[in-house]
């Protein structure tokens, strides 16, 4: 979504404490987690496509306390504590 994309933005040229970083993480993590995509139908691409992400938690309390980490079941995206990255 547009708000995602201009709070990255703008987080990269803040000074904020390490938003490329988390960019990179998120990358990194998706990795770790083969998305459904090729699960996925007409129904899944509107939602997504729509914003629509269908969340999952994943527990990585010991690799990464004090962070939210979600990823969408459908597609690539990754949710670091309410920021929205690419896969
Ligand atoms: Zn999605």
């Given at each position: 979504m547009w708000h995602d994309v201009v709070r990255v933005s703008s987080q990269r040229g803040s000074?904020?404490?390490?938003p490329s970083s988390d960019a990179e993480l998120a990358a990194s993590l998706a990795t770790l987690w083969p998305h459904r995509w090729h699960e996925s139908n007409w129904l899944k691409n509107v939602c997504c496509c729509g914003g629509l992400h269908n969340w999952k938690q994943l527990h990585l309390e010991e690799l990464l306390p004090d962070r939210e980490v979600r990823f969408c079941y459908w597609c690539s995206k990754v949710k670091l504590d309410g920021v929205i990255y690419e896969g």
């Open positions: 000074g904020a404490s390490n």
